[in-house]
């Protein structure tokens, strides 16, 4: 089996590509960031009229980012507690590593995938924090 899945209550993709892809019994989700379903609204996220960041709370875009990858999850028929790989990209590791890893670990205490957290310079859309997940179906 190989399909491709998109979720009807995460945020819609940015580019052309689906929210998932299964194939066999494996579940490889694309890039998820904290965006909101039908909106331009990025939780944590305060804009100027320019579209420029004026703060962020990656608390709040955690626990966003977390709730996409679980609406996903429910459209192809996996769970959390059958995720097996993570990677993490966090644009400002230096003052956001700490927060991200206690909601991560309140998130995970159960189920202990690998993860890989990395820093980059930019995300797509203005969010601090991006998860790549691999899960089993």
């Given at each position: ?7 009807s ?13 299964r ?13 909101e ?5 990025i939780?944590g996220?305060?804009?100027d ?18 709730r ?23 644009t ?16 995970f ?24 997940v691999?899960?089993?179906?």
């Amino acid at each position: 089996m190989n399909s491709k899945i998109n979720s009807s209550k995460a945020p819609e993709p940015v580019g052309l590509y689906p929210h998932a892809r299964r194939v066999g019994d494996l579940l490889f989700l694309s890039g998820v960031g904290p965006r909101e379903r039908g909106t331009k609204i990025i939780p944590g996220v305060t804009q100027d009229d320019e579209g420029k960041v004026i703060s962020y709370d990656i608390e709040a875009q955690c626990h966003s980012v977390f709730r996409n990858i679980k609406y996903i999850f429910e459209d192809a028929g996996s769970s959390w507690d059958k995720i097996i790989d993570v990677t993490v990209f966090l644009t400002n590791m230096k003052d956001d590593f700490a927060t991200y890893n206690r909601i991560y670990a309140e998130y995970f205490k159960d189920n202990q995938p690998c993860r890989t957290t990395v820093e980059i310079n930019c995300l797509p859309t203005p969010i601090g924090i991006e998860l790549k997940v691999i899960a089993t179906v």
